[in-house]
């Protein structure tokens, strides 16, 4: 079973910023925080992780809350082509296996 | 560098028949996941190979196997298919075993009639 929860769908308006959030309550010390997102019939993309500390690429921001049991992947300012599902799953050591939960499913709205 | 490749990208096939999709990661990853995608169950993980080896494994049936070669390229099999295969199979590969970052090719849609 996937060891995160995310909403099934959200909008938002082209040119604002997308917050995307993930519960994951019984994440353990030693493991990240990954987003993918994967545009239709295409394979998934990455965008970000993290283990404690919030950080940023040129695609996306990660906030990680103190207590580590969520966070919030930040699109800063959404655009059409971003109109994806995204994926946030929590992966451990070397041999935990990368368990997909359903996503959250991203409307760009023009 | 180049991506993730996948061939066949399409295939159509009968049931019990049997069926093998290739997969070339980025040149220097050692590491290659298979994942099998459906609109019901999404994504899941089918098995990882690293150095040859079988390194993980997902629950899926015997009918699934895998096996990668010494340049790090991977296949994967299905025998005996049935309805039920029809998906989208997607590999993946890093530079080592629990990587951070995964890097997923296109996939292969398989088809089965």
């Known amino acids: 079973d996937a060891k995160t929860t995310q909403p099934p769908s959200m909008d938002c308006a082209e040119g604002r910023a997308a917050n995307l959030p993930c519960n994951h309550s019984?994440?353990?010390?030693?493991?990240?925080v990954y987003w993918y997102r994967q545009i239709h019939s295409q394979g998934p993309q990455y965008i970000i992780h993290?283990?404690?500390n919030n950080e940023t690429n040129e695609m996306a921001s990660l906030i990680i809350t103190e207590d580590r049991k969520s966070s919030t992947l930040i699109l800063p300012h959404a655009t059409l082509r971003d109109t994806a599902v995204y994926y946030c799953?929590?992966?451990?050591?070397?041999?935990?296996?990368?368990?997909f939960g359903k996503g959250t499913r991203l409307h760009i709205l023009p | 560098k180049a991506g993730v490749t996948q061939t066949p990208r399409y295939l159509i096939k009968t049931r019990g028949q049997q069926v093998t999709l290739s997969c070339s990661p980025i040149?220097?990853?050692?590491?290659v996941s298979w994942y099998q995608q459906t609109p019901g169950q999404g994504l899941q993980f089918l098995f990882e190979?690293?150095?040859?080896?079988?390194?993980n494994k997902g629950n899926f049936p015997g009918r699934f196997s895998g096996r990668q070669f010494s340049n790090s390229r991977s296949e994967m099999n299905v025998s005996t298919l049935e309805l039920g295969d029809s998906a989208l199979y997607l590999c993946?590969?890093?530079?080592?075993?629990?990587?951070?970052?995964?890097?997923f090719g296109p996939g292969t849609r398989l088809l089965v009639l």
């Open positions: 993290g283990l404690k």
């Open positions: 799953i929590v992966r451990g050591g070397r041999d935990d296996k990368i368990i």
């Open positions: 190979y690293f150095s040859e080896t079988q390194r």
């Open positions: 993946a590969s890093s530079l080592e075993r629990g990587a951070k970052t995964q890097y």
């Open positions: 040149s220097g990853h050692r590491s």
């Open positions: 019984t994440i353990s010390g030693n493991e990240y």
